[in-house]
């Protein structure tokens, strides 16, 4: 993809960093005049699935990658070394979690799960529009 340098984060196993990577999402928006709202939802989102599903009793990283498209909308991965793929819950409105997947569903024009190989772990992306 046009060789740009891609702009990573390795997430640390614990939930308050859920912060920090709204602030890198901001930056990195920031730099491509994009409005940072919908990327910091959905980045929050995806981090706060892999740390809770994916950081049992590994020390594997979480990462968070974010390039863009060739039709400039941002491309954003979070990478984890849990096996088991996510998948939507019927949204339960008295639930507090569960919600995740179905946010990223509303905002992100798709979205989708690859799993590594050697069962390494997964990477969930997703596509969202510079609106």
């Not at 709204?22 to 929050?44: H, I, K, N």
């Not at 981090?47 to 994916?54: E, G, K, M, S």
């Not at 992100?108 to 772990?121: E, K, Q």
Request: charged letters at 25%.
């Amino acid at each position: 993809m046009g060789g740009a340098a891609e702009n990573e984060m390795v997430v640390k196993q614990d939930l308050k960093v859920v912060a920090e990577v709204r602030r890198f999402v901001r930056l990195v928006t920031g730099q491509w005049d994009m409005d940072d709202f919908v990327p910091c939802l959905v980045a929050s989102e995806l981090v706060t699935n892999a740390l809770q599903h994916a950081a049992s009793a590994t020390d594997d990283d979480v990462i968070l990658r974010l390039s863009r498209t060739e039709d400039d909308a941002l491309w954003m991965e979070v990478q984890d070394a849990a096996v088991g793929l996510p998948h939507m819950l019927a949204v339960d409105t008295t639930s507090e979690t569960g919600r995740g997947l179905f946010i990223v569903d509303q905002y992100a024009r798709c979205w989708g799960i690859r799993a590594l190989a050697d069962n390494a772990g997964k990477i969930v992306f997703a596509v969202i529009d510079r609106t």
